[in-house]
């Protein structure tokens, strides 16, 4: 399937449920892949449509269980929604050939200080095949034992629907923003001069500094035998207000961290670890990396899109 297929393109009748999303097997690599990038997509949809990043022409409209979804479709009128179809569509790429590893959308407020994120999403991928081999025994995910298409397609709902949750009740982004993606990859099988379409590469650290009080979430995965989809965020304290607490106790397998400082820490040591609580630390293990010991391979957009929250 053509990746642009996987992004809403016009009006269309309202089918049944979920069928219109997902695939209805998901028993070869080919259907996995499929799924994944449908998910990755739909997750990307989901996070710009709930921040208010673009406006409604930017979006159609699809159905999954009993949720009624917003994906990003090509709106020629918004140049930033085309911006980051072609972002996605980028990943894809990637993810074709095996090597895309973590993708990050990150939002920050200075354009002189693209490493002081204001909130950022993070989408951790894994192959049962090829260069991401070796990492899948290291974190021993068994894949001779594949879930099934019914578990596939709960865990996948299930993932969407704590995202959108959480989407739906966080407090608002700042007015002036800018929005950007990082592209991290396995560098064993990583070519030195591969960049999917619309990337470049990325010059900036691979460490970011948090603006405020951050609060991890780890949202969820999917596991389908040949690939496996992690989802985090990463946010202000303050957005949180009482949806701490009810996702807790909705879900115990959705795990919140704050990486704040002990109040019972020497003060002496406060500042140290206040700045060592902000730093969002994108680097990854040799072993994640493949074992090749070597710089990082990092691509960011050719393009950014500044001060998205008010297009």
Avoid at 151 to 161: Q, W
Avoid at 230 to 257: D, F, H, N, Q, Y
Wanted: some cysteine; charged content about 25%.
């Amino acid at each position: 399937m053509a990746t642009a297929q996987l992004f809403y393109t016009g009006p269309k009748e309202k089918t049944s449920k979920e069928t219109v999303l997902f695939p209805n097997r998901v028993a070869t690599e080919q259907q996995s892949m499929i799924l994944v990038k449908r998910l990755l997509a739909i997750s990307v949809s989901c996070i710009t449509y709930l921040r208010g990043l673009f406006p409604e022409s930017s979006y159609g409209t699809r159905y999954l269980d009993d949720m009624c979804l917003k994906v990003l479709r090509e709106d020629k009128s918004c140049l930033g929604s085309l911006q980051i179809v072609k972002w996605i569509q980028g990943c894809f790429d990637a993810l074709e050939k095996n090597y895309l590893h973590v993708a990050v959308l990150a939002i920050y407020t200075n354009p002189k200080k693209p490493e002081h994120v204001t909130e950022l999403y993070r989408f951790k991928f894994k192959y049962s095949k090829s260069g991401a081999q070796m990492d899948f025994a290291s974190t021993q995910v068994n894949f001779m034992n594949r879930a099934n298409s019914k578990e596939i397609k709960e865990a996948s709902i299930l993932l969407i629907r704590k995202l959108y949750v959480l989407m739906q009740n966080l407090g608002p982004l700042p007015n002036d923003i800018t929005l950007t993606m990082k592209l991290f990859y396995y560098n064993d099988v990583t070519p030195d001069d591969y960049q999917p379409p619309g990337f470049k590469e990325g010059g900036s650290p691979d460490c970011l500094l948090f603006d405020g009080n951050p609060v991890n979430l780890k949202i969820g995965s999917v596991s389908t035998g040949f690939h496996v989809l992690k989802v985090r965020v990463t946010t202000e304290s303050k957005r949180m207000g009482m949806l701490e607490s009810s996702l807790v106790e909705e879900s115990g397998a959705t795990e919140i961290s704050h990486e704040g400082l002990d109040c019972e820490e020497e003060e002496e040591n406060s500042t140290k670890e206040q700045e060592q609580a902000r730093r969002v630390d994108l680097a990854f293990s040799q072993e994640e990396m493949g074992g090749a010991v070597k710089r990082r391979k990092v691509s960011e957009p050719v393009s950014l899109i500044p001060t998205a929250h008010q297009l």
